[in-house]
């Protein structure tokens, strides 16, 4: 437990107006931790910045811009830009962010051009597996058969009927030197890959796996379970890639059924109700088996 | 030193001597030969500036957002589409206050598509909160440029700059344009950017945060009051400018034979050339006409243009760019701006010419003139229409 004054000295402060539960914004604490104050962020419109700076107030110790949507990585090049026109670049971290749809979807353009010239920009992303802020429609990484407003499950649907885009490989296309997924279930991990990120000069992309509690309608005393559960099924495989090369996965200690991990989500309770969604559960553990094979993850 | 320079080379030369330290574009037709000209700089060494040349214009209009956002000086330049597509991020730097100046090198918008200039795109930016600034020749582009990182950096103004050239007709003409030698001089005008708020990690500020509807209005106020405030600042740019390189265009507006002229042509841009010229030969058959020059279309010069026309028969107004389910936009705020100061005698006719590239002849000119002594307030209505492809 931090005391009150150590609270008040983290860089990205208590007073936000994110949801109990959130696991976007601990991650956020996590990797602020690591970045440490000599750090300039960006953030892509999304809850993140919604819930952290209604002016005039601001849970930013740190030099924070939000500009729109899709140019989060943009902006974060043109701040890098900056800092090297005026030969302040060494010792400050660039930090992009944005959630899943600012950076899988519609800003998928500016951040393959900031991968492309290799900006010295960490680019994060809080992937919640739906438009949250917007209040929970569907995205591109949303996981199948999940229920979203604009996904939803009914006599004709199971829900989202596309897998969710493997983002971290269009990454990783681009031949950038460090790529990691990783999850506010594991925070040793997940710090262990921003001080990785940190080190290295060049572009970095970082996939968090983020429960949200309102979107995917659960407790929110599971956030931390669920995160969890995604990588111990199978389901959101940890890894770390350098270029176009996987260097590490987290290994799985102990398989869980995918059925353990979607029954505690109210975004997957019509596949509980019947025979047809029993055999929906069986193709979303044939995802989760296929990354297991696939990422080497036993 | 005078020079024989294509337009691109001398909106170039212009922002290479303003020594911005990020600059960040796209390609587009007819913008590429500014662009260009930059990256050789910067690739010959006599430029010192990060070139980032990005993926898109919604890009690169975020990329010297957020470089400026850090507190350095920053250009970029579009057209056409490419300004449309980056017009969410220019509402943004002016809303955020980022001295950012860009060249738009005027050009008409799709259907059809079409590469030639008009002043469409232009007008699609209008109420984004950017300074819009019209040059007439290559000479006035070069020292407009300058001009604009002064009006920009202003502390009481601000905003983002935009420098209007039509396309083509000066990015891709020869000129003699006078450039200046001594950078000293430029830099004695144009004293580094000095921004009291930026992204700087000894004093960290949030930017671009949530405004909710207690404070949005106001923020938007602020704005809208830095825009009007700006209209002394162009003025004082010119000026000053003036008094040290020794040239001058007006300042929101510029006059030619304007003394006892009946008839009046207003205009932007390289029309005013083929307009002047016209308008030379009318003053030789007797005719009491003269030309008014709108220099700055945002802020919009009303004083100025209330001033000049209040006392004349009639108004022409030349315009590139039509508002559809209305008619012109040009003649449309000078009427406004004629009524609201209880000026009713003046007719105000507006026509539509020179869309897409077409030429803008001192036929027309002649044909206008003689148009509008007979008609009354025409409101934006085409002209030399081809009847065959109607």
Redesign the interface.
Known sequence: MLTKEETHNELFTMGHTGCSGCAQSMSVKMIMEILGKNTIATNATGCLEVFSTRWPESSWKIPWIHSLFENSAAVASGVEAALKAMGKKDGITVLAQGGDGGTADIGLQSLSGMFERNHDVLYVCYDNGAYMNTGYQRSGLTPFDAYTTTSPSGKESFGNQRPKKYMPEIAMAHRIPYTAVASAGYPMDLQKKVKKAKSITGAKYLQVDVPCVPGWKYEPKYSVKLAQLAVQTGLYPLFEAEYDKIISVKKISKKVPVEEYLKLQGRFKHLFKDDAGRAEIEKIQKIADENIERFGLI | MKQVLEGSMAISDGVRMAEP??I?AYPITPQTHIVEHLSQMVADGDL???F?M???E??AA???????????R?YTATASQGLLYME??VY?IAG?RLPVVMTVANRAVSAPINIWNDMQDAMAVRDTGAIMLVAENNQEAYDMHIQAFKIAENQDVMLPVIVNVDGFVLTHTFEVVETIDSIEKVREYLPPLNMEY????EN?????????PS?YMEARYNLYNAMNFSRNVIIDAAKEFKDMFGRFYGGLTDSYKMDDAQTVIVAMGSVLGTIKDAVDELREAGKKIGVLKIRSFRPFPEEEIVAALKNVKNVIVIEKAICPGKGGILSVEIRDSLLKHKINSVSVNGYTLGLGGRDITPKNIHDLVARAEKEENVDGEFVGLSQQYL
Do not use: R
């Not at chain 2, 975020?62 to 350095?72: E, F, I």
């Not at chain 2, 930026?198 to 990690?201: Q, R, W």
């Open positions: 330290l990020v960040s010192k500036a990060e980032i990005v993926e898109s919604h890009s975020s990329v010297v957002l957020g470089a400026s956002a850090c507190g350095v920053t969410e991020v943004n955020m930026k992204l700087d990690v960290p500020y949030s930017f671009g945060t949530l405004g909710e404070v």
